[in-house]
Structures are given as C-alpha cells and as structure tokens.
C-alpha cells in the first residue's frame, strides 16, 4: 500500500513540475496580489472575511490558504503552485484509500476484493493525471475547487474509517475475526478510534462548507454511502449514527450563511443573476456531455468557455436524452442500493451546484467543475473494465497513466505565460468575446498596442452589447486609449463617446475622452469632460494639470493657475507642474512668480530642457536678456533639437546686440521646425536689425501664411513694406494689424513664449 501511495505521488509530481513558475492569470492576480486581506495572518478575522467581488469571497478557508502561501514568499508563484500540488496529491491518495476500502466492502469483495489495491492505485492514479484536472491544479485561484474536493474526500474517508473502527462493516475488524461489538441499548459500543474518524469527517465537512459551495452534496453522499455499502437502509444508518449526520447537516447553515454573506456574488450567481433557470439548465445539458466527452477524449481542454447559451430545447436534445437515461439509470440503481447509484449520485449532486438550474452568470461552462465528479467517470470504468476483462484489464492502466500524465505535462505549457494561455484559449474558442479582450489586455501589458486592437475591436464585434463578463464600456475605453497611443485619434475619440452613450458617468471616458481632444486641439470640449471628470471623483495631479493644459489653450489661462496649483498640492515634488505653473503665470504677466516657478522646477530635475528655455524667456520678460543666455544655452545641451529653445536663444542673443549669432539660431529653429510662425517673424525682425530687408519681408510673409491673424507679424511687415518705398502694400498690414490688436484683449509682446507648457499625460 504505501507503495501504491507513493507511485501515485511521484506520478503526480512528474505530471506537475512544470507548472511551478506559471503566472498568475485571469481571476488570480485580483484575489491575491489584488487581495489585502491575506497580507497578514493575524488578525485572523479580515483574513476570513474576503472581500464578495473575489472569487474567493465567501470562502474563507481558501482564502486562509492563499494568506499562508503569502506569508511564506509574497506575491511569488512557487509556493502557491507547490500548494495547489500538494492538496492535488493528496486528494489523490485520499481517493485511493476510499477506492481501496469501498472495494474491500462486504457487497463487493467477491469480485473485486483481490484487486482492491490494484484497482484503487488505477482509478486514483487515472484521476490524479487526468488533464481535464489541469484548470483545477495549474490555475491558482481555483485552488477553491481542489481543496474543498480534498474536504469532501476526507468527509467521506472519515466516516468509511469510523465504520471500520466500529467493525460495522466487512472491514479490517470484522475480517480480523473479531467479535461484533456490544451492544448497550441497542446501539453498538463505539470505539475511541471511531469517535475520532467520524470527528475529523465533521471537521473536514465544515472546513469544506467554508471553502466553496460544491460542497454541499457531501452530507447526502456520506449517508447515501452509509446505506449503500454499511447499513442496508437509511433508517439503520441514521439510527447508528444520528448525532454525527445531524451535525454534517448542520454544516449547511455555515454554507448558507457564507452565500448570503456574498449576495450572489455580487450579482454574478443566482437567479437574479440575469440568465432565467430555465436557459441555464439547457446550456448546462450541453456542458456537461462535453465534460463526460473529455473524460474520455481529453481534446480540446478550453481555459475559458465564454458566456454562450442555448436558448431551444431542439437544440440539445440528444444531450439531454442521454442525461435523462444517466440519471433515471441512477435512481434505479439507487432504488436497488447498486454501487453504480452511489457512482451515479457522486457525479450529478457534485455537479448540481454548479451545472443544474441556479445560474451561474459569470462562467457557463468550466471544467474545473469536474474535479470531483471525474472520480466517478474513472471509478466507474475501470471497475467496469475489470468486471469484463479480469486480470487483463490490469495492463491498461500503467499506459493510460503514461498518456494521461503526458497530455497534463502538454497542458501545462500553455500555463507557462498569460500570452501562451489566452492565445490557445482564443485558436480554441475564436467566437469567445471574453477570451478576446483577455487576450487584447495581454497584449496591452506588454506594450504591443498594434496586437491588442483587433483583440478588442473583434470583442466588440461578437460581443454585441451583452458585454460577456466585461462590461462593453471598457472595451471601447480601452480601445480609445490604444487607437491615441498608435495616432489614431478621430477613431479613439469615437470609442470614448460610445462608452459615454453606454454610461454617462464612467468618469475614465470622461478624463481619457478629454485627452483626445487636447491632441485634436478641441479645448472648449476637452474643458468640459475634465471638469466632469473631476465632478466625478476620478483624477488627482494629473487631472489638474491636463486641465490647467486645456484651459490655457482655450485662453482661459486665470482659470488655468488654480489648477496648476492644485496639481502641485496633490504632488508638490513634480517638475512638469511648476514648469506649467510658470508658463500660465508668464502669459498672465506675473513675471517674478514665474521666474521663481521655472527656477523651482529646475531644482526639482535641473536636467529638465523646457523649464530651462523657458526660464530664458521668462528673464527676456524682465528685462534681462543677458541673464537669459545660459539657461537658454543649458537647454540646447540638454536637447540640442529643441527648436522652441533655438528661438528664445535667438531673441536674447539679439536684445543684447547679438544679430549674426541671433539669426544662425532662428535658422536653425526653422530647420527643425518650418511651422514656427514666431521663429519666422523673429528672424524677420533681426534680419531687418541686420539691413537685410528683402529676406525679413520674405520671413515676415512666411509667418502670416503661417498664422494670418499675426497681429505683430503684420505690423513688422508694414513697417518693413513702408521703409522699402511700398506704401500701398505697407497700408493694408498696418490696417489689418490695428483691426487684429484692437480685438486682443491683452498686448502681444514682440514674440510669443515659447510652447514650454507639458501637453496631456497619455490616457
């Protein structure tokens, strides 16, 4: 026996080794390195308190287990996957000691008792290997199902162990040759050892409630076993052992309770969970014929389903034929107290929680639902293929093992990474919306936003509104801001106003919207979505300053400075902020402060090319050409392609009598940049310094073209039309000039800051 027990093992971690760096994926990052309350063990009450929107929320005890994995190496993967493995082992031998004593019962030994073992290490070893086990194993956060399966073994094997203990079967005692125990008022003598199993299957049954609801049908299959194989009838059974099936019984106030506590979890379980139980019962016909399919033929194994539905009975018919002769098969052999009843039983009440008539609108179909009820499938055949076969049936099970241990150590490849796992999923179920925007959000962290757009367009496409688990409006939202990062702003603009049509509140539309239409130089709009933005509680600094941004743009640049300053009080250390400080204050004439703000931001990052080119500017505002020089050289240094920077340079070089190195740095301003309508009148107003008039006016000409409502450009021009003797011309631009400055509301200076302000933080 402990041979068969150990090959079971080592079989098991051979099939498993290579699972013990697989990532966390899909609902496990949320319910551990999302989770706080496992970050401590002590206090042990928020520990057994998780939050209901987990998948371990109402589950205290998976969630205890996940708080000691924790514990022991933070958010690294190894020793959660260690601990999946070994409640995966030991299940397995669990399962091997139900098998073995069942078939050393009484009812069943003469055809099976002289390869109880044998046949026990097959049927647990078959289980224990199974790929269709993978999802259960492999995928951490469903460690949920593994463990409350090892808890409904141990339930069972407690109470076999107690009735051996109590030689109320043909086990151990009764076979020693020992007498039937006494009896004292019609009740057998129970022995210390008994009391002792029958509290661990109690133990095992309430730690189970407290682990996941699949637990539910344990206290039904123990006393269904009892009358099967122990007692002849249910009367005898619970006569025998009343207090002990009033406490399993008992066990389900604690389940009840946990899934009140969860409020369906969170909408998502039920029958207020948006699928009728009518629909659900027909998908689940489809889903379950499929989970008895792989069993056998374990290809394909999907990680995730999807969402889909079958609505007409026409169109599982044959499925639920087959399920309706399995089950009415059941309750015959259960009427005539067969072992294939008990069979028959284990594998539907295990499933009914899951896979009957109370949705479950989350997931349809899973196959880590069928942890525990493959026990069945497998127990059932290979007793059957002994009962055919004999002995020879015995050189079946080493070659399935092979295989079946092969195809898990295959599946557990595709665990090696999120990419590898969603990717298969996606090859397997090309119409799953789910998979698809699982697989876009893959991408998404990797940075590969040219793969993660069709993922999430094609979501889009098969989703069709019923948002399949993730809500339609963060598909658009996330699409958006991957359309802006690849330039495709009018397109990402278009998202982000249908996930406003989907729901008017979602304030991430809001803010992500307002960025777009900063690039797209909508600043009356970008102002209004910032602002709701903020109304809604989303944004801190970054919000602030993007809005500051747009208000400034606009030419609201008063109503821009609070929220530069607001920006900073959220997060005082941040150089771009006291950059845009100083560039709004600059604009307002508050000169000094702005000087005192750029030099700030230096210190902040003195490494920082824009607040040094525009505290070059803000000097030349003060009258301080000279001064402004150097930082406007520390500019150049730092990003010698920085046009604006060539151009302040160029302006204060010239106020300080400069010209020649004045216009080598307004050309070479143009050269980096041909639209910069102010380099252009900046170099006109120094080649006219320099008596060079017929390149200024062609410099001053460029600007309009550039920008026709120049007011100073206009001016210069018809200064410089006047001098060379072309009064005609020269009256047209001193007439636009004196309409374009009488409509300004403040003076221009003789030439435009530089555009030093930080654009909008992507989306």
Same mark, same amino acid.
């Given at each position: 026996?402990?041979?068969?027990?150990?090959l079971?093992?080592l079989?098991?971690?051979?099939a498993y080794?290579?699972t013990?760096?697989?990532?966390?994926?899909?609902?496990?990052?949320?319910?551990?390195?999302?989770?706080?309350?496992?970050r401590?063990?002590?206090?042990?009450?928020?520990?057994l308190?998780?939050?209901?929107?987990?998948?371990?929320?109402?589950?205290?005890? /998976?969630?205890?287990?996940l708080?000691?994995?924790?514990?022991?190496?933070?958010?690294?993967?190894?020793?959660?996957h260690?601990?999946?493995?070994?409640?995966?082992l030991?299940a397995?031998?669990?399962?091997?000691?139900?098998?073995?004593?069942?078939l050393s019962?009484?009812?069943?030994?003469?055809?099976?008792?002289?390869?109880?073992?044998?046949?026990?290490?097959?049927a647990?070893?078959?289980?224990?290997?199974?790929?269709l086990?993978?999802?259960? *194993?492999?995928?951490?956060i469903?460690?949920? &199902?593994?463990l409350?399966g090892?808890?409904?073994?141990?339930?069972?094997?407690?109470?076999i162990r107690?009735?051996?203990?109590?030689?109320e079967?043909?086990?151990?005692?009764?076979?020693?040759?020992?007498?039937?125990?006494?009896?004292?008022?019609?009740?057998?003598?129970?022995?210390?050892?008994?009391?002792?199993?029958?509290?661990l299957?109690?133990?095992?049954?309430l730690?189970g409630?407290?682990?996941?609801?699949?637990m539910?049908?344990?206290?039904?299959?123990v006393?269904?076993y009892?009358?099967?194989? *122990?007692s002849?009838?249910?009367?005898?059974?619970?006569?025998? !052992? !009343?207090r002990?099936?009033?406490?399993?019984?008992?066990t389900?106030?604690?389940?009840?309770?946990?899934?009140?506590?969860?409020?369906?979890?969170?909408?998502? /379980?039920?029958?207020?969970s948006?699928?009728?139980?009518?629909?659900?019962?027909?998908?689940q016909?489809?889903?379950?014929v499929v989970?008895?399919?792989?069993?056998?033929?374990?290809?394909?194994?999907?990680?995730?389903?999807?969402?889909?539905?079958i609505?007409h009975?026409?169109? *599982?018919?044959?499925?639920?034929?087959?399920?309706?002769?399995?089950?009415?098969?059941?309750a015959?052999a259960?009427?005539?107290?067969?072992?294939?009843g008990?069979?028959?039983?284990?594998?539907?009440?295990?499933?009914?929680?899951?896979?009957?008539?109370?949705?479950?609108?989350s997931?349809?179909m899973?196959?880590?639902?069928?942890?525990?009820?493959? #026990?069945?499938?497998?127990?059932?055949?290979?007793?059957?293929?002994?009962?055919?076969?004999?002995?020879r049936?015995? *050189?079946?099970?080493?070659?399935?093992?092979?295989?079946l241990?092969?195809l898990?150590?295959?599946?557990?490849?595709?665990?090696?990474?999120?990419?590898?796992?969603w990717?298969?999923?996606?090859a397997?179920?090309?119409? $799953?919306?789910?998979a698809?925007?699982?697989?876009g959000?893959?991408?998404?962290?990797?940075?590969?936003?040219?793969?993660?757009v069709?993922?999430?367009?094609?979501?889009?496409?098969?989703?069709?509104?019923?948002?399949?688990g $993730?809500?339609?409006q963060?598909?658009?939202?996330?699409l958006?801001?991957?359309l802006?990062v690849l330039?495709?702003?009018?397109?990402?603009?278009a998202?982000?106003?249908?996930?406003?049509?989907?729901?008017?509140?979602?304030?991430?539309?809001?803010?992500?919207?307002?960025?777009?239409?900063?690039l797209?130089?909508?600043?009356?709009?970008?102002?209004?979505?910032?602002?709701?933005?903020?109304?809604?509680n989303?944004?801190? /600094?970054?919000?602030?300053?993007?809005?500051?941004?747009?208000?400034?743009?606009?030419?609201?640049?008063?109503?821009?400075?609070?929220?530069?300053?607001?920006?900073?009080?959220?997060e005082?250390?941040?150089?771009?902020?006291?950059?845009?400080?100083?560039y709004?204050?600059?604009?307002?004439? !508050?000169?000094?402060?702005?000087?005192?703000?750029?030099?700030? #931001?230096?210190?902040?990052?003195?490494?920082?090319?824009?607040?040094s080119?525009?505290?070059?500017?803000?000097?030349?505002?003060?009258g301080?050409?000279?001064?402004?020089?150097?930082?406007?050289?520390?500019?150049? !240094?730092?990003?010698?392609d920085?046009?604006?920077?060539?151009?302040?340079?160029?302006?204060a070089?010239?106020?300080?009598?400069?010209?020649? &190195?004045?216009?080598?740095?307004? &050309?070479?301003?143009?050269r980096l940049d041909?639209?910069?309508?102010?380099a252009h009148?900046?170099?006109?107003?120094?080649?006219?310094?320099?008596?060079?008039?017929?390149?200024?006016?062609?410099?001053?000409?460029?600007?309009?073209?550039?920008?026709?409502?120049?007011?100073?450009?206009?001016?210069?021009?018809?200064?410089e039309?006047?001098?060379?003797g072309?009064?005609?011309? /020269?009256?047209?631009?001193? &007439?636009?000039?004196?309409?374009?400055?009488?409509?300004e509301?403040?003076?221009?200076?003789?030439?435009?800051?530089?555009?030093t302000?930080?654009?909008?933080?992507?989306p």
């Amino acid at each position: 026996m402990l041979i068969a027990g150990g090959l079971i093992v080592l079989a098991g971690v051979a099939a498993y080794h290579n699972t013990f760096s697989a990532p966390f994926v899909f609902d496990s990052p949320t319910s551990i390195t999302g989770n706080s309350t496992i970050r401590r063990l002590w206090p042990i009450w928020p520990v057994l308190s998780p939050a209901t929107n987990l998948t371990v929320g109402g589950r205290p005890i /998976a969630n205890l287990s996940l708080a000691i994995n924790y514990a022991i190496s933070g958010e690294a993967v190894g020793s959660y996957h260690a601990l999946n493995l070994a409640i995966h082992l030991l299940a397995g031998l669990v399962l091997f000691g139900i098998v073995r004593r069942t078939l050393s019962q009484p009812r069943l030994r003469a055809r099976f008792g002289g390869a109880a073992l044998t046949l026990a290490c097959a049927a647990a070893g078959l289980w224990l290997l199974h790929p269709l086990q993978t999802e259960s *194993v492999t995928y951490v956060i469903q460690r949920t &199902e593994s463990l409350a399966g090892l808890f409904c073994l141990l339930t069972l094997y407690g109470s076999i162990r107690a009735t051996e203990s109590c030689g109320e079967t043909g086990g151990p005692s009764a076979d020693a040759g020992h007498s039937p125990p006494a009896r004292v008022g019609g009740h057998a003598r129970r022995p210390q050892a008994g009391v002792g199993w029958l509290a661990l299957s109690f133990a095992a049954c309430l730690l189970g409630m407290a682990t996941k609801e699949v637990m539910a049908s344990a206290p039904l299959l123990v006393l269904v076993y009892d009358r099967t194989f *122990v007692s002849g009838g249910f009367r005898a059974a619970l006569r025998q !052992r !009343r207090r002990y099936y009033f406490a399993l019984a008992a066990t389900w106030i604690l389940l009840g309770w946990l899934v009140a506590s969860t409020h369906n979890r969170g909408g998502t /379980a039920g029958f207020d969970s948006g699928l009728s139980p009518a629909i659900y019962l027909l998908s689940q016909c489809y889903a379950i014929v499929v989970y008895l399919k792989l069993s056998f033929w374990p290809h394909p194994l999907v990680f995730d389903y999807g969402l889909g539905v079958i609505e007409h009975a026409a169109d *599982v018919w044959p499925q639920a034929g087959l399920l309706g002769a399995m089950a009415g098969g059941t309750a015959i052999a259960l009427r005539r107290r067969s072992p294939i009843g008990f069979v028959g039983l284990w594998f539907f009440a295990i499933l009914a929680p899951s896979s009957s008539v109370v949705p479950i609108g989350s997931q349809t179909m899973a196959e880590h639902r069928m942890y525990l009820p493959l #026990a069945a499938v497998v127990v059932l055949a290979v007793t059957c293929l002994h009962a055919s076969l004999g002995r020879r049936s015995l *050189v079946l099970w080493p070659a399935l093992a092979i295989a079946l241990g092969g195809l898990t150590l295959q599946r557990n490849n595709v665990y090696r990474s999120d990419l590898a796992l969603w990717r298969d999923t996606v090859a397997k179920r090309p119409l $799953n919306p789910r998979a698809r925007y699982d697989l876009g959000i893959v991408f998404s962290d990797r940075g590969q936003f040219a793969e993660a757009v069709p993922q999430y367009e094609e979501a889009l496409r098969l989703d069709q509104g019923s948002s399949s688990g $993730n809500q339609t409006q963060v598909i658009h939202t996330k699409l958006g801001h991957h359309l802006v990062v690849l330039g495709r702003v009018p397109e990402a603009v278009a998202h982000y106003r249908e996930a406003l049509r989907l729901k008017p509140d979602y304030a991430l539309a809001h803010h992500n919207l307002a960025q777009a239409l900063v690039l797209l130089d909508q600043f009356p709009e970008a102002v209004r979505h910032y602002e709701e933005a903020l109304r809604l509680n989303i944004g801190g /600094a970054e919000t602030h300053a993007n809005l500051g941004y747009a208000l400034l743009h606009e030419g609201r640049v008063e109503e821009a400075i609070p929220h530069y300053r607001e920006a900073l009080r959220l997060e005082p250390n941040s150089a771009p902020g006291f950059n845009n400080l100083a560039y709004a204050l600059l604009v307002t004439g !508050r000169v000094a402060e702005s000087i005192s703000a750029y030099r700030e #931001a230096l210190r902040l990052d003195p490494r920082y090319a824009a607040a040094s080119a525009g505290l070059g500017y803000a000097l030349i505002q003060a009258g301080q050409p000279a001064e402004a020089v150097t930082p406007c050289e520390q500019a150049l !240094r730092l990003q010698p392609d920085f046009a604006d920077a060539h151009n302040t340079l160029g302006i204060a070089l010239a106020r300080t009598g400069r010209i020649p &190195e004045a216009i080598a740095h307004f &050309e070479q301003a143009l050269r980096l940049d041909a639209r910069l309508a102010d380099a252009h009148n900046n170099l006109g107003n120094a080649l006219s310094a320099a008596v060079r008039p017929a390149e200024a006016i062609m410099h001053y000409e460029a600007a309009l073209r550039l920008k026709p409502d120049y007011a100073q450009a206009h001016r210069n021009l018809a200064e410089e039309l006047q001098r060379a003797g072309r009064t005609a011309e /020269a009256a047209e631009h001193f &007439e636009a000039a004196a309409r374009l400055e009488a409509g300004e509301k403040e003076a221009r200076t003789r030439a435009s800051p530089p555009t030093t302000a930080q654009p909008p933080a992507g989306p």
